[in-house]
Each structure stands twice: as C-alpha cells, then as structure tokens.
C-alpha cells in the first residue's frame, strides 16, 4: 500500500513562492485563491527576523497547504461525503458533492489551508491556464491543495516539488524505506505541524 508524503527542509527553503505560484498555475487556481504559501519563521512580519542585535537574527522559512492527515478532521466531519481520503493517502475535495457548509474548514486545525469560493469564481486571464487534467473550479465550494493528485495518477510529482529550486521539497511513498521521504526522516530531524491534534499530518519539515 503507497502513502505519499512530503518532506521540505527549511535549511534550503528560502521563501521565494516559486511552490505556490507553480500550483497557482498548474491548478488554474481562481483569484485570491492559494493552496500552498510560504511562511516566515522570525520576526512578527512576513520577511523579517527574530531579534534585534546583528548576532542575534534567525529567519527560516517553511511552506504551509494541507497537511494529507492519517485522520484528517475534515472527512470525519463532511456530512455529505465530499472530503475523501483516497487509498493513497492524499485528501481530495469532491466538487460535485460539496455544499459550502466550511465543517471542514471550522473542524480542520490547520488555519488558512482551505478557501470557500463565493459566488461563481473569477481568473485575472480569459482563458484557463494550467494542466489539462487540472480540477475544474466552480463556487461554492471549498477548494484546498490536493498534492496535485492528476500528476501523482500520471506517475509524476506535485508541480511544487518540481518547480522548488532551492531543492527544498521531496515527494514520495512513505511506507518505502528506500523512497526519498523515508531515507531523509531516517538521516534527519524533523517536526510536523500541531501534531497534538492527533490528526497524523503527513508534510514533514527538516529542522532548520
């Protein structure tokens, strides 16, 4: 049985969103949507450090989307169904059975990783972008990142692990000693996110 996960190692992330424009794209994602950003570790704005004195900066950075959950909170929640966790690990979004009542987005302890499209969704282009296989948008609904689950069917890897050229991200079976994903949390450190939730996400993050 496969488990996909990823892996990202904030010693190499930079916080360039090169990730999260690549999955705009890929995804045709409609204005102001996004299903992956990064993320500052630091100061109290966005790019800015921890500190005040020239020896006593920090800055990292990590990305943040949906965590693919061993138990996520939002399935469990769903009254019609529409938020599915397939065989292979990855939580999709049933469109068609969506009925825009946010229980996933109220239940899920993961802030900001789910969007509602209200009303029928906008593009600033006039003509869709992104793969042909891409999900179809429409609204009301709610839309989060999928690890891109049309490339994982075909074989390839989610459009961020791509596109990162800092070589920060790592895509693959959990359950294979010999995946990328499980040699990296063989050799290093690493955290995940709220883990005390019990949810069981499945991004882990290289200690920086």
């Given at each position: 049985?496969?488990?996909?996960?990823?892996?990202?190692?904030?010693?190499?992330?930079?916080?360039?969103?090169?990730?999260?424009?690549?999955?705009?794209?890929?995804?045709?994602?409609?204005?102001?949507?996004?299903?992956?950003?990064?993320?500052?570790?630091?100061?109290?704005?966005?790019?800015?450090?921890?500190?005040?004195?020239?020896?006593?900066l920090s800055m990292h950075f990590f990305t943040y989307a949906c965590q693919?959950?061993?138990?996520?909170?939002?399935?469990?929640?769903?009254?019609?169904?529409?938020?599915?966790?397939?065989?292979?690990?990855?939580?999709?979004?049933?469109?068609?059975?969506?009925?825009?009542?946010?229980?996933?987005?109220?239940?899920?302890?993961?802030?900001?990783?789910?969007?509602?499209?209200?009303?029928?969704?906008?593009?600033?282009?006039?003509?869709?972008?992104?793969?042909?296989?891409?999900?179809?948008?429409?609204?009301?609904?709610?839309?989060?990142?999928?690890?891109?689950?049309?490339?994982?069917?075909?074989?390839?890897?989610?459009?961020?692990?791509?596109?990162?050229?800092?070589?920060?991200?790592?895509?693959?079976?959990?359950?294979?000693?010999?995946?990328d994903v499980s040699k990296l949390l063989q050799e290093h450190e690493y955290?995940?996110?709220?883990?005390?939730?019990?949810?069981?996400?499945?991004?882990?993050?290289?200690?920086?």
């Amino acid at each position: 049985m496969t488990k996909y996960g990823m892996v990202i190692d904030q010693r190499r992330c930079f916080g360039c969103n090169s990730c999260a424009m690549a999955c705009k794209v890929e995804n045709n994602l409609p204005d102001d949507v996004w299903w992956n950003r990064a993320k500052t570790v630091g100061g109290d704005s966005e790019n800015t450090p921890a500190g005040t004195e020239p020896g006593e900066l920090s800055m990292h950075f990590f990305t943040y989307a949906c965590q693919h959950c061993d138990e996520p909170a939002c399935v469990e929640v769903c009254p019609t169904g529409a938020s599915v966790k397939r065989e292979d690990g990855i939580v999709t979004v049933d469109y068609e059975a969506c009925i825009g009542c946010k229980s996933c987005i109220t239940a899920c302890p993961y802030e900001g990783v789910r969007t509602y499209i209200d009303g029928d969704p906008s593009w600033f282009l006039e003509f869709p972008v992104g793969d042909v296989d891409a999900p179809v948008h429409k609204g009301n609904v709610v839309e989060k990142c999928t690890f891109c689950a049309h490339r994982v069917d075909r074989g390839e890897r989610p459009a961020c692990v791509d596109i990162c050229r800092a070589h920060a991200r790592f895509w693959g079976d959990l359950d294979d000693p010999e995946s990328d994903v499980s040699k990296l949390l063989q050799e290093h450190e690493y955290e995940q996110l709220l883990t005390d939730y019990g949810t069981g996400p499945n991004v882990y993050l290289l200690k920086a």
